[in-house]
């Protein structure tokens, strides 16, 4: 009899309790190239996700393979407005990342950055949610520290072309670290170095997307200056275990996740043209003001607390990435 009570016990449990524990998930920007990938992931696990966008640079069928599930809600929003849900956890990546996108109007991604922060980690602080934050590596500006550890302060220009954006997201952290300390927000500060992968708008203007989808038409590949600038390239896979990880671990950060491999702008070039067309040509045209020279992530922080590196190098992730376009626009 007690078996049978105790089985009776656990089957009352699993139907009633267990979906009230599932975790319920609020990704901010979440049609966007990441935040689409983070869904994914996600969803899998079988969690909830609501999805909340401007479609500014996201797209609906980024997220069309989960409209219709129960777990799923999409909500369009704009993150400088407030808004309440409850959730447990806030993933917030609205925000232009792309230089071309966030310049086409700096007031407003200033205002994403500061208003659409501060109106997450007051939601945060509401419901009692956690939140991670999409930073950059663009906290560090043009470096002077190379690689770029987490203690290292930045170098950034408080008035240029990319400051609605470097500023911004650093006023952002400080606004995470300033509720964390006044009101116990639990926040995870992450700092995203160059990421690529399916799911970049063809006329995104970041370099990967830019170089492929000009090799795939037949195009010359554009290389801004004299490509001797450095950059390294994390594959969207990677970048998103790293995320997950962060957000379940204990450390706050603020953490760099990248991958540390670093090429110059012109070895990029050369790789997509052997691997698409080795004929087409590079033109130089003038490098836009404020370009970081030289970046690179040290990541021996994420890899001594979240034992996370990366898996795929960029040849492997080029590949993937080429696929996507190829079949996008169908050449
Ligand atoms: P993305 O442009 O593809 O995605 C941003 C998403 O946010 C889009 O869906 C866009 O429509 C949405 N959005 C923008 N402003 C909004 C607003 N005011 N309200 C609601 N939604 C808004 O860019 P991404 O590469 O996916 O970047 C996501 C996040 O990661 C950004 O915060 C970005 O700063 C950060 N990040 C990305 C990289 C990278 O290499 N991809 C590097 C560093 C940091
Ligand atoms: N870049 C380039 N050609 C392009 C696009 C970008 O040479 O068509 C350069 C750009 O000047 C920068 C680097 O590639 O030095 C990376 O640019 P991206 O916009 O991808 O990212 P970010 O500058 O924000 O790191």
């Not at 590596?137 to 954006?165: A, F, L, M, W």
């Not at 995203?192 to 000009?214: A, E, H, K, W």
Request: charged share 20%.
């Amino acid at each position: 009899m007690f078996v049978v009570d105790l089985i009776r016990l656990t089957l009352t449990f699993f139907v009633f309790l267990m979906p009230y524990s599932v975790t319920r998930n609020l990704v901010t920007g979440g049609a966007g190239f990441l935040g689409s990938h983070l869904c994914d992931r996600l969803m899998e696990a079988g969690e909830e996700v609501i999805c909340l966008d401007n479609y500014f640079t996201g797209r609906k069928q980024n997220i069309s393979q989960w409209i219709g599930n129960p777990r799923f809600e999409l909500i369009r929003h704009d993150v400088t407005e407030p808004i309440k849900v409850e959730v447990d956890r806030i993933w917030h990546l609205a925000c232009p990342a792309s230089p071309v996108h966030y310049q086409f109007n700096p007031v407003k991604t200033a205002k994403t950055s500061f208003l659409g922060t501060y109106n997450m980690l007051g939601l945060a602080n509401r419901v009692g949610a956690r939140l991670l934050l999409a930073s950059t590596s663009e906290v560090y500006g043009d470096p002077e520290v190379h690689p770029q550890p987490e203690s290292y302060k930045g170098c950034v220009n408080t008035i240029g072309i990319r400051s609605c954006y470097d500023e911004g997201k650093r006023i952002a952290e400080t606004l995470c670290f300033d509720y964390q300390r006044m009101h116990n927000t639990e926040i995870r500060v992450m700092r995203i170095f160059n990421t690529y992968g399916p799911r970049m708008l063809p006329d995104d203007g970041r370099v990967v997307s830019n170089f492929i989808v000009q090799a795939l038409k037949g195009e010359s590949l554009t290389l801004y200056g004299d490509g001797s600038q450095t950059r390294s390239f994390c594959y969207v896979d990677d970048l998103i275990e790293g995320m997950i990880k962060l957000m379940n671990g204990n450390h706050s950060g603020p953490m760099n996740i990248g991958n540390p491999t670093e090429f110059t702008i012109r070895n990029l070039a050369e790789l997509v043209r052997k691997k698409i067309n080795s004929n087409l040509e590079l033109i130089y045209q003038q490098l836009p003001q404020d370009d970081p020279l030289q970046r690179k992530p040290d990541i021996q922080l994420a890899q001594k607390e979240l034992s996370w590196t990366h898996q795929v190098d960029l040849d492997q992730g080029l590949d993937q990435t080429i696929d996507y376009f190829r079949r996008g626009l169908n050449l």
